[in-house]
């Protein structure tokens, strides 16, 4: 169950990374400052709303019986998705923050806002990177579609 909501998300983050709302709307003519959705941005929308489009595209290429129990590919995707949204979360951006902060404190660092917004700007792109890289490792790593030509103990055993 875990495994297939890892793909799930790391699939709908990987399909809001390929069509990007704020651009979309600039070319439509919104400002997307304009548009603001309480609690997140609209990298976190684009990703709920690619929820709708990755849920089709899960159940008919059958991943959920595709997907090998363990893949550390796998773990990856849903560590660089959930990263990713957290990016994307006012709160979770402001522990972040927190957290950086008091961390450099204790190093006896001095931090400014614009090293917390290149922290984050950094994160942000490793979490795009990763999502990217380990998202198409996993799709290259698929099991067979369950078949008719399998024996019937073989296609049971593989869909539990």
Known sequence: ML????????????????????????????????????????????????????????GHAQLAQRIPRWSAWAALLAACSLLYLALHVNWSLEQLGAAFGEGAAAAGLATSAASRATLVSALELLARIGVLVAAVAVLVRLDGPPGEDMPVATRRRRTK
């Open 3 to 58: 495994r297939r909501g890892s793909v799930l998300l790391g699939l709908a983050v990987l399909l809001s990374l390929l069509f990007p709302l704020h651009f979309l709307l600039r070319q439509g003519g919104i400002d997307p400052q304009v548009v603001h959705v309480p609690g997140a941005d609209l990298a976190a929308l684009g990703a709920l709303v690619a929820l709708i489009p990755a849920r089709l595209l899960f």
